[in-house]
């Protein structure tokens, strides 16, 4: 009799964890406490696959011999405390995936930066000609790729609640990014929680492993006793030398991961498509596992030079009348926000707001003194905001949607200067995503 798999969750992951399973010959049911969106039911009632929506029916799910949950499902939810009960396990859809590939696993995690990081890495290893695919929170679900195709490398951007449910999977080279609080919710408020979560990356990792890690990050670095894996590790900095790693010094950029001078890799920083410390560290990061992997120094070099940055992530959008407009609808939070501003280097008209996850803005106040003229607050409650910044700027303006933040930052700045959508908060009290506010914002900007 086959195994029966229970899918909690119906969206790209869902839908690509279930292809994966009935392909495998899995009893296959899917269960959705929401609406599932039209295109994964169409492509579940193709593959024969039973589901629920808008409920979580006990009787189908607990009698499940494996459960593959969404990373959004938290652990107080009702039906997951009572599969903990029946000690039916629990995993999420990348460690199934991996159960059925050979493919090297190159994975990335960390609070700011994994996303591009992810994409320069891709773009890397593409440039070289490997055979690649990218997955894990960006793209196409991993489940959906190893069902579908036959890849030697894949390069997957892993969240912290996508960790707490991966178990035997093993990464083979792991980078951890930055660590800073957020999510905080998820994880009873104990900061620690959510560090010991990130480096579950390194979790099964063996000395053929490699564990690419911050030297810069104190939280990293404080809790780096904490990895049980055997890999090797290799410090990345802005500012000091780290022999074997890759280090930022005097705007030139040096990868160096073993004695060989042949080895070594070295280039301006002025060279690089993205700008900004934060952008040079995602950079030494990608470099350094192309570096680890052999490929080619003028592939490298030219791959830095030629990546488009990925949307919504300090986004190029237009220059009008002499105004740059850029859109960094990806910071939800104050570091993100922190990297976005450090990276300007003409005066701000800066738009942000949304939901405040409690935020600190203390980090922030000497960038906005140093670079912010305007704010331009683009949100529901914007008190916050005014609260933290009032004393820093020429002034301070309320806007409620995307199209009159974009027109109002417009009006008020002058040429040589930036519009930067950099929100520091999430999105949900006016858009449906980050991504629709991104969306909209650029519309706007086109419209001007």
Known sequence: MSQRIVILGSGESGTGAALLAKQKGFEVFVSDKGAIPQNYKDELVAMGVEFEENQHTESFILNADVVIKSPGIPEKNDIIKALRVKGISIINELEFAARYTNAYKICITGTNGKTTTTSLILHLLQKAGLNVAVAGNIGVSMCRMVATGNYDYYVIEVSSFQLDDMYEFKADIAILCNITPDHLDRYNYELQNYVQSKFRITQNQDENGLFIYCADDELTTKNINLIAGKAKRLPFSYGSEVIPGGYVINEQFHINLDQNQSNQFNMYTSELTLRGIHNAYNSLAAAMVANALQIRKDVIREGLMDFQN??????????????????????????SAWYALESMDKPVIWVVGGIDKGNDYTMLKELVKAKVRIIVCLGVDNSRIHEAFASDVDMILNTSSAQEAAHVAAKMSAPGETVLLSPACASFDLFKNYEDRGRQFKAAVKTL
Request: cysteine-free; overall charge negative.
């Open 310 to 335: 990925v949307e919504h992530r300090l986004e190029y959008v237009a220059t009008i009348r002499g105004v740059d407009f850029i859109n960094d609808s990806k910071a939800t939070n104050v570091n």
